[in-house]
């Protein structure tokens, strides 16, 4: 592919149907890999420093100027807390894509390639895990691995190698189709390189939808593992586990604590939700969702 | 030809598209008598489905009736309240489309499908009672009584397009538009269908209004034929004129290309393709294909004018007046 | 009917693979991938190694993997998950029976929430397509897909019961109403016994959980719905309808009959989702049913606990999915037996 030619596939999701959604999405994420990336230069505190007097820290504090999220208890600042925590996710959810996709992808293509019963029996599996509820399987693998960020992507991408299989294996299967109703006329059988080259360019658009949507997925996911506890030990900040920890603090009207880190929850989801929207319009694809 | 069931004084119908309006329909005068069969004949685009589907008010949106006015049976159609043209369609106009495969819902039986019409108009009181006389429509229509417990998928497609004739004449309109009813039948079924429409025709008193671009299909059962062109009615006459001796160059140029008895092609066709209705051409809208062309047609409307029992609208026809 | 009947039975007999790969895929996770469970959970203080044997003897987990395998699921098949790791001589099964049936009525009142808000929406945005109410309805359809169910349990508790005390902040019944368990499922077990006041105080402590789930999850719906009436909406027969006479109303019924068709085959995967769900709900509103055991038991590193609650959860899948499909079957009749 010559450098024109990247660019211009670069430059495709910015034009036509669906650039509104793709790029406020994109400007959605990049703030929060921004805010990761930058942590220590946003955020005023340190993730557990207490940043209110002592005599403050017992009791949540509401949003003020010096604490524009307000406090948590033993007087964390729930605005650090958010900025520190993004990199916990950001960590999780981009180890887990790289993860999937990397089993995923050529699995598909090779079960979508060979068929045979190979094929039959790993879709029969990843069919099983894909319907199986996601957040469920991953506390499975997680409670058995142990708490860490790292075996928390594991976990996720033991749920998210069957989103990627299925659907390349789908493309592949399309391609071939048509490359041997086409070759067969004339020049027998389409050779490997030849595949590729056709499904290559046809399952790059699609990965890059399924990655949006499957992001979004992770993202949330990822929150209930560490809500579960199964990501970072408290008080290392993750928005999942601040938000558990402040479950508590809602019988007395205290707002703050849990609505910040499950806006930011929200918000980094919706993000990776448009930019897969977006580009579903773009390119016109269909999901199952 | 007795006194009008159907006129149409000017008829416009827009489709409003982001790439600018449609002119499916452009100014149609035509009278349809009572007890006629005019068939409407034209090439694909001409507007023919636009017209008929004006004339029950059903022009899906983007499209819009413009102007103009359907005066059936005296009333004015278009100035009707949706829930009095409602009171119309089904019960005085029934209307059979061209794709009998797509147009029965596919998870109801038949016989509910029918027994509606007998509900909605108030003729049946009872579900029961309606579904009974769903089965007598059926038999009307050429198919056993008990298919009322059918489903659509159980039935091929001629079957399908008696059971959608049933359910038009179920309370025997007075009108029945059909757009293209045979076109996605084979030939055998076709002339079976044409028969059930000629025959419920006698036996109901109906006017029918044939929609077609079969002109030899068109002229074996019609009183009258229309040719359309580009959302104009450009020739109206009896059969026997307008096969014999066309006056438009269009009429012509359909008879001619249109297939022997055998089936075969003829070798001439109309050279050229329909206009884009988005911007019709200047003057005569046929004048870029005509073969017969003067200057003046690029710049003047050929108005639609008697030429003995016929309407016409061509400059050169009306020089042989 | 005999068709159907046949139907049914092949496609019950597929529930036996989907289970065993489930079983399968679970007890590999559980028991193939990790160290030592025993160990995981005395972890934390020194135990002597004739303990930690002794322990793993008693639990069965001291045998070849293969005899472990169709050990574990000779007991499973016979309703037996073994003993709880933390609460000694407690048999899962008896906890599993007691938390199931919470966990079914919460994922089936957020079901019925999610189809009705899905097909309001779906509905409206289908009927005025283009317009902003349809433009609003699909930014719904997404935006609601990424809400964080605990986020949004948290701010309706403290709307609805920190602020107004309309409704009760969690669990399924308040301390002052007795209530003779038979199903297990509240609001149905009022309603067998007559109990009024039960049954409204059921159905309080339901609302906020089902509302949770059903909003969260309604997004796909309102998406299919959205797709598929609009397509129906343009179809001949549709149009057929108009042409007979039918009020708009009933035009609209008869189509989204047609378009909630393919929506039912999306249940059976949406089903799966709202378990998952329902397991962060059941957390976030202290309901006892499955997803809180789990939450406890995960926390007590419990691991007999954890497989058995992940098998049921496979169990309920499987059998979801039959349902689904079966439920197919008979509300189309263009289906092929
Ligand atoms: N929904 C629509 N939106 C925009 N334009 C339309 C729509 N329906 C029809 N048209 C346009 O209106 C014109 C007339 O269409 P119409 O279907 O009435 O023609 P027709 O004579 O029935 O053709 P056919 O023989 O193919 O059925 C065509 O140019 C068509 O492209
Ligand atoms: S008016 Fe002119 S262009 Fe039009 S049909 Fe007649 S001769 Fe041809
Ligand atoms: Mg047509």
Redesign the pocket.
């Known amino acids: 592919m010559s450098a024109g030619r990247v660019v211009e596939a670069l430059k495709a999701p910015f034009r036509g149907p669906g650039r509104g959604l793709f790029t406020a999405g994109l400007a959605i994420v990049l703030v929060f890999v921004v805010m990761a990336v930058f942590a220590p230069w946003i955020a005023p505190y340190g993730p557990t420093e207490r940043s209110v007097p002592l005599q403050l820290a017992a009791e949540p504090q509401p949003p003020s100027w010096r604490h524009p999220m307000g406090t948590a208890q033993l007087g964390y600042d729930v605005f650090s807390r958010v900025v520190w925590g993004s990199r916990v996710v950001l960590y999780v959810v981009t180890l887990s894509a790289i993860l999937s996709m990397a089993i995923g992808v050529p699995l598909g293509l090779v079960s979508g390639y060979y068929g045979g019963p190979l094929d039959r029996g790993l879709s029969m599996v990843m069919d099983s895990i894909y319907a199986f509820p996601g957040i469920v399987l991953a506390i499975a693998v997680a409670s058995v691995l142990g708490p860490s960020p790292t075996n928390a992507a594991i976990s996720l991408s033991v749920v998210y190698v069957p989103t990627f299989f299925r659907m390349v294996r789908g493309q592949t299967l399309e391609v071939r189709e048509s490359l041997y109703i086409e070759a067969a006329r004339a020049l027998g059988y389409p050779d490997r390189v030849t595949l590729l080259s056709h499904i290559l360019p046809n399952v790059a658009p699609t990965t890059l939808v399924v990655f949006g949507l499957a992001a979004t997925d992770a993202i949330l996911t990822e929150a209930g593992l560490a809500f579960f506890g199964l990501t970072v030990s408290y008080p290392q900040p993750d928005w999942g586990l601040d938000l558990r920890m402040a479950l508590k603090d809602i019988p007395n009207g205290v707002w703050w604590t849990t609505f910040f880190p499950g806006l930011a929850i929200t918000l980094l989801a919706l993000g990776f939700a448009l930019i897969g929207e977006g580009l579903g319009e773009r390119y016109a694809i269909r999901t199952e969702r | 030809m007795g006194e009008p069931i159907l006129q149409l004084r000017d008829l416009r119908v827009y ?1 409003y ?1 982001l790439l600018g309006a ?1 002119r ?1 329909v452009d100014g149609v005068t035509m009278d349809v008598g009572r007890g006629e069969w005019v068939s409407i004949v ?1 090439e ?7 017209l008929a589907l004006a004339i029950m008010r059903l022009v ?1 949106p ?2 819009r009736i413009v102007g103009g006015s359907i005066l059936f049976d005296g009333t004015d159609l278009t100035r009707l309240s949706e829930a009095e043209m409602r009171r119309i369609r089904g019960r005085r106009i029934g209307m059979v489309f061209q794709d009998p495969m797509a147009s029965l819902d596919p998870v109801r039986r038949i016989g509910d499908q029918i027994a509606d019409v007998y509900l909605e108009h108030g003729v049946a009181s009872s579900k029961g009672e309606a579904i009974r006389m769903a089965g007598e429509a059926l038999e009307m229509a050429g198919l056993p009584r008990d298919w009322v417990d059918r489903y659509p998928h159980q039935l091929s497609g001629g079957q399908r397009q008696r059971a959608l004739i049933a359910a038009a004449v179920a309370l025997k309109p007075e009108l029945l538009i059909a757009d ?1 009813p045979t076109t996605a039948l084979d030939v055998i079924v076709q002339a079976k269908i044409m028969d059930l429409i000629e025959g419920l025709k006698r036996e109901l008193g109906m006017t029918v209004i044939l929609i077609t ?1 079969d002109i030899a299909l068109a002229a074996e059962r019609s009183t009258r034929i229309a040719v359309m062109y580009a959302g104009k009615l450009v020739e109206y006459g009896p059969v026997d004129a307008i096969v014999e001796d066309p006056l438009h160059p269009y009429t012509r140029g359909l008879i001619e290309s249109a297939p022997d008895l055998w089936g075969e092609k003829r070798l001439r066709g109309i050279p050229g393709y329909p206009p884009d ?1 988005r911007r019709p051409p200047s003057g005569c809208r046929f004048h870029p294909r005509c073969p017969l062309a003067l200057e003046r047609c690029r710049s003047e409307e050929p108005p639609l004018v008697r030429v003995g029992d016929r309407l016409v609208a061509c400059f050169r026809a009306l020089e042989r007046r | 009917m005999a068709g159907l009947a046949r139907y049914v039975a092949v496609r019950a007999s597929l529930i036996i693979p989907t289970i065993l790969i489930l079983y399968t895929l679970v007890f590999i996770i559980l028991r193939v991938i990790p160290g030592n469970p025993v160990e995981a959970v005395l972890g934390t203080r020194y135990v002597p190694p004739e303990v930690i044997k002794e322990e793993m003897h008693r639990l069965g987990l001291d045998k070849p993997l293969y005899v472990q395998y169709f050990d574990y699921l000779w007991r499973v098949l016979h309703g037996d998950f073994g003993e709880s790791l933390v609460v000694r001589g407690r048999p899962i099964a008896a906890d599993l029976k007691y938390r199931i049936p919470a966990t079914i009525e919460l994922v089936v009142a957020g079901f019925i929430v999610s189809v009705l808000l899905g097909i309001a929406t779906g509905t409206a945005a289908a009927v005025r397509r283009g317009s902003r109410l349809d433009y609003a309805m699909r930014l719904y359809g997404i935006v609601t897909y990424t809400l964080f169910i605990p986020w949004v349990g948290a701010l309706l508790i403290l709307l609805f019961a920190v602020h107004l005390h309309w409704l009760p902040a969690g669990g399924r019944l308040s301390a002052s109403v007795s209530l003779h368990r038979i199903t297990g499922i509240y609001t149905l077990d009022a309603l067998i016994t007559g109990n009024w006041p039960a049954f409204l105080d059921a159905l309080r402590h339901l609302v906020l959980p089902a509302f949770t789930l059903g909003l969260v999850l309604s997004g796909p719906y309102t998406r299919l719905v959205r797709a598929n009436l609009s397509d129906v909406l343009q179809s001949d027969f549709i149009r057929a309808y108009r042409a007979r006479g039918l009020r708009e109303g009933k035009v609209l019924r008869y189509a989204l009959r047609n378009a909630l068709i393919p929506v039912v085959t999306y249940m059976g995967l949406q089903l799966a989702i709202l378990l998952g769900g329902a397991v962060l709900t059941e957390t976030t509103y202290s309901w006892p049913g499955l997803g809180s055991y789990l939450y406890e038991r995960i926390s007590l590193r419990d691991y007999p606990a954890i497989e058995g609650t992940v098998i049921v959860f496979a169990f309920i899948v499987s059998v979801i999915s039959l349902i689904v499909d079966v439920i197919y079957a008979f509300i189309d009749p263009r289906i092929r037996y």
């Open positions: 489709y598209t449609v499916a034209g694909s685009g001409s507007g023919k489905s636009t899906p983007p499209g293209e671009h209705l």
